[in-house]
C-alpha cells in the first residue's frame, strides 16, 4: 500500500525565498524613491509653466511689466523704505498688499497708512511698507521678504485660483512649508491663517527683475564684492526711477535670467530639511547648499532644473573671462554681486558650504548684475 507523502518547505528553503525577496525589495526601492522623487520634481516644474502663464496674463493687463507692488515714483521720496512710505501716503493712499478674505469675511493684508487724511482709517503702518517694495538688500541689516517673496498675493493670485494658498504656489517637495499649510488646500476661502501657521510660497520672482536695471548695474563699476558692496541706496538726486519695475521683454538674455524658481533647497539634500542658523523651523534656501538644484522658470518661458555647482562655476567663469579681457583681478564680470560671502549676500552666512566664503556666493536671481538684462548662468560655449 502506498503512502502519501506531504511536501513542503525546509526551513533553509524559506530562508533563501525571503532573502531573495528582501534583496529584490532593497534593490528595487531606491528605484522606487528616484521616481517618486522625479514625478514630484516634474509637478513642480508643471507648477512654474502655469505660473508663467499666470505672468504674461498679468503683464498683458500691465504693459508687460514684471509684477510690481510699489509705486513708481518711490524713488523720489529718498531712501529710508518707511520714510518714503510716509511721504507717499500724505499724498495718495496706495494700493493695500492684499492677501486675502477669510471664512468669517476678514480681509488680511500687509496695510500702510500714515500721512492722514489721505489715508485716514486704514489700519497698520509704515513699518509693512518693507513687504511692498522688492527687497532691502543694503548693507548688513538688509531686510529680504520684500514683495519677490510674496508671489501668492491677492494682486497676483487672481490670475491663478484667487487663493493665497493655492497648491500651484507650493511645490510638492517642500516639506517644512507643506507641514503647516496644507490643511488650508482644502478650505474655499481666499486666506486662511490657523494657529498662527502662516508660510510664504515656495516660488518666488527674482528681485533683481523687479528693479529698474539701473539698480543692479553698478557691481560692473565698482567691482563685484568690494568693500562699498552695493553703494548708496536709490534716490532722488541718484535714480528717481528706481522702483519701476521693467517690462519682461527688457530681459537681455531671456533664457539665462531667472523668473521663479523654488526659494527653498528641495533636491539633492544632504542636511536635515531644517536650517539649524534660524530660531524658527525654517528649510534651507536655494543658494545654502552646492548640492542644491531648483527647478526655475526663465524669462523666455523654459522650465528646467539648474544646478547651484554649476552655475556657481559659471560665474567663476564669467569673473575670469571679464579679468583676462580687461587685464585686471577685479570680478566686474561676475553675473550677480558676490558680497564677499558675509551677512551681505542673501542669507550666505547661513549656509553650510563653501558658499560662505569668497566674492562667488551664489545669489542668482536675487541680485543679479544689471538686474533684469543680466543673466543668472551661461549657455556653453559662451
Not at 8 to 15: D, H, N, R, Y
Not at 95 to 111: A, R, V
Not at 309 to 316: E, H, K, P, S
Amino acid at each position: 500500500m502506498n503512502r502519501l507523502i506531504k511536501k513542503g518547505f525546509t526551513i533553509v528553503e524559506l530562508l533563501v525565498v525571503v532573502s531573495i525577496i528582501a534583496l529584490l525589495i532593497a534593490i528595487l526601492l531606491p528605484a522606487i524613491g528616484k521616481a517618486r522623487d522625479a514625478a514630484l520634481v516634474t509637478q513642480s516644474l508643471g507648477n512654474l509653466r502655469n505660473l508663467s502663464a499666470a505672468c504674461n496674463a498679468y503683464g498683458a493687463d500691465y504693459n508687460d511689466r514684471q509684477y510690481t507692488a510699489v509705486p513708481d515714483e518711490a524713488g523720489m521720496y529718498g531712501d529710508a523704505i518707511t520714510g518714503a512710505c510716509t511721504a507717499i501716503t500724505a499724498t495718495q493712499c496706495i494700493p493695500q498688499m492684499i492677501l486675502g478674505w477669510d471664512s468669517g469675511g476678514g480681509l488680511w493684508g500687509y496695510w500702510v497708512s500714515g500721512g492722514a487724511p489721505r489715508c485716514a482709517g486704514w489700519p497698520g503702518n509704515c513699518g509693512n511698507f518693507v513687504t511692498y517694495v522688492p527687497c532691502d538688500f543694503w548693507g548688513a541689516a538688509a531686510r529680504w521678504e520684500g514683495a519677490w517673496r510674496l508671489t501668492n498675493c491677492k494682486a497676483f493670485n487672481t490670475y491663478v485660483g484667487n487663493k493665497f494658498y493655492d497648491k500651484v504656489f507650493y511645490a510638492p517637495k517642500d516639506k517644512v512649508t507643506l507641514q503647516k499649510i496644507e490643511k488650508y488646500f482644502s478650505t474655499p476661502v481666499e486666506f486662511n491663517y490657523i494657529g498662527g501657521d502662516f508660510e510664504t510660497p515656495t516660488y518666488c520672482w527674482s528681485p533683481a527683475a523687479m528693479w529698474s536695471p539701473d539698480v543692479l548695474a553698478w557691481s560692473r563699476k565698482t567691482g563685484n564684492g568690494s568693500s562699498a558692496i552695493f553703494g548708496a541706496k536709490p534716490t532722488k538726486a541718484t535714480m528717481p526711477g528706481a522702483f519701476k519695475s521693467p517690462s519682461a521683454s527688457m530681459a537681455s538674455y531671456p533664457s539665462l535670467k531667472w523668473r521663479m524658481w523654488e526659494h527653498q533647497w528641495l533636491q539633492n539634500m544632504v542636511r536635515a530639511e531644517v536650517n539649524p542658523a534660524f530660531s524658527t523651523p525654517t528649510p534651507w534656501f536655494f543658494n545654502q547648499g552646492y548640492n542644491s538644484a531648483p527647478a526655475m522658470l526663465a524669462f523666455d518661458g523654459h522650465t528646467q532644473v539648474v544646478s547651484i555647482a554649476g552655475i556657481q562655476q559659471d560665474n567663476d567663469l564669467a569673473i575670469a573671462q571679464a579679468a583676462s579681457a580687461t587685464g585686471t583681478a577685479v570680478a566686474s564680470g561676475a553675473l550677480w554681486f558676490g558680497c564677499g560671502g558675509g551677512a551681505n549676500g542673501y542669507y550666505n552666512s547661513a549656509a553650510y558650504d563653501m558658499l560662505t566664503t569668497g566674492a562667488g556666493a551664489c545669489n542668482a536671481g536675487v541680485l543679479t548684475t544689471d538686474g533684469i538684462q543680466g543673466q543668472d548662468m551661461k549657455r556653453i560655449g559662451d
